[in-house]
């Protein structure tokens, strides 16, 4: 049965969190933001043949949440899409065409924030914050549309890079890239933050508690000194790379901290 | 058809890498280091009834690869399986149970080393290291490979930490732990190195050439100062882990850096 809320993804049976509720979320906001966090997407689909071949499949991608029809929509009012990148001729970018109502998929994504240590290993942890959907891939074939998206991904990896870099796309480039939109059916978050939590026996217990360290590792993302390629000609590192970098890596170490002293 | 190599996974149509194969790999050192090397795994499996819900659903979970009958066995030269590990009732360890033969499931992790950024969006990329695994995924219960599963599992989130916990599990801890075996089919990696290629044409053009930074911005997962629970009694930090944290970190910065001047 699906639980309808304003501002916030539809929670049926498969995407509903069962284990750890309190670490689920459906709105908006929470699962665009890890999916806007996220590197690396993993992508999932079906075999062509489960008769023939059993697995389902998983690639990791690159990608970004964001809405065409409505480009600067408030990111916890407006559902959004999710863009996928890939070379065109690659096969994910091809099985869309069996597929007329689109492919049914599933889409990833997972931020380590800090590694829980408590007392007896049952109780060891990850605090992370992670997002799964579930959509309808197809093709991007509107010219504007398939450019909105490359922007996006592109500045999804740094911001502002599109408008820093050549421009616009030859056409040979824009044949070679492959874009799929994935227009989420149900999508889900689970985040966990704090410290570890143990049992009170071993917590009473002098030799456990006096003799094992308990609590959080943080963990983040870190962006090293940009290294120039043997072919730049750009002596000064651009200010907006510089900027990212700085402002990128201060916001990710000081969540993972944060996240140490949460409310779980 | 398939590919059998000495100390390699096979390669088959479903797990053959076909766009930038330069990239993909199949031996068992680098399927295995790249899964012994990332924190979060990715888990897909099949819908119950794909007539009724069309999409398969991924989790992220922790787990390692490693082999109980073989515990010693060096990662290049023997095959290992994956231990997941999770809630006995969640839904992925409840599922095996109408798979006599095992769930087929497919396990995917990535590391993120670095940004690519070159002249035209459509040449940036990423340095990384994937892997992609197919299996059958069946719960353990002989208690000697479930205990086996646990400490490589705690020790694969800190090694030494499973021997400087509170030991052995309680009763209650034992049968709230589900642990699945994944027994690997399929599997292949694949691996980016490097700094951007852009076009000659770009490169040719002082226009573009004189204005746009090209290089790589690498990056790794750092883990920050520990910080100790409320509840920790143990003033200073283990050596072990002062000692891990330091010489992860020097490793994960040392690796992006030195991959943007690998040859690709």
Redesign the interface.
């Known amino acids: 049965m699906a639980m309808s809320t304003k501002n916030a993804y539809n929670a049926v049976?498969?995407?509903s969190v069962?284990?750890a509720r309190q670490r689920a979320a459906y709105d908006y906001k929470t699962v665009h933001s890890v999916f806007n966090a996220a590197?690396?997407y993993?992508v999932?689909?079906?075999?062509a043949d489960?008769q023939d071949?059993?697995?389902?499949?998983?690639?990791?991608m690159?990608g970004t949440m964001c809405s065409f029809s409505n480009p600067t929509g408030d990111l916890a009012n407006t559902p959004l899409d999710i863009y996928l990148h890939?070379?065109a001729?690659?096969?994910l970018m091809k099985l869309p065409k069996d597929h007329p109502d689109g492919l049914?998929?599933?889409?990833?994504a997972?931020i380590?924030d800090?590694?829980v240590?408590?007392?007896?290993?049952?109780h060891?942890s990850?605090n992370?914050r992670?997002a799964?959907a579930?959509g309808y891939a197809v093709p991007v074939t509107d010219e504007k549309e398939r450019l909105f998206a490359?922007t996006r991904i592109?500045d999804s990896?740094?911001p502002g890079?599109?408008d820093?870099?050549?421009?616009p796309?030859?056409k040979g480039?824009d044949r070679?890239?492959g874009i799929l939109k994935v227009t989420v059916?149900t999508a889900s978050a689970?985040t966990r933050v704090g410290?570890?939590s143990?049992d009170k026996k071993?917590?009473k217990?002098p030799e456990?508690?006096?003799?094992?360290?308990?609590?959080?590792?943080?963990?983040?993302?870190?962006?090293?000194?940009?290294?120039?390629?043997?072919?730049?000609?750009?002596i000064d590192?651009?200010t907006y790379?510089g900027d990212w970098?700085k402002s990128t890596n201060h916001g990710r170490?000081q969540y993972?901290?944060a996240a140490?002293?949460l409310e779980k």
């Open positions: 049976m498969r995407n069962r284990r590197s690396i993993h999932a689909f079906l075999p489960p071949d059993p697995f389902p499949t998983i690639l990791p690159l890939g070379h001729a690659s096969r049914p998929i599933c889409v990833s997972a380590l800090g590694i240590l408590a007392l007896a290993p049952f060891n990850c992370y992670s799964v579930h490359m592109t990896l740094v890079r599109w820093n870099s050549r421009n796309p030859t480039e070679s890239t059916e689970k410290g570890p143990d071993d917590l217990d456990v508690a006096g003799s094992i360290w308990t609590g959080v590792v943080p963990a983040w993302e870190t962006l090293g000194a940009p290294q120039a390629s043997s072919e730049n000609k750009v590192l651009p790379l970098r170490e993972a901290n140490v002293n």
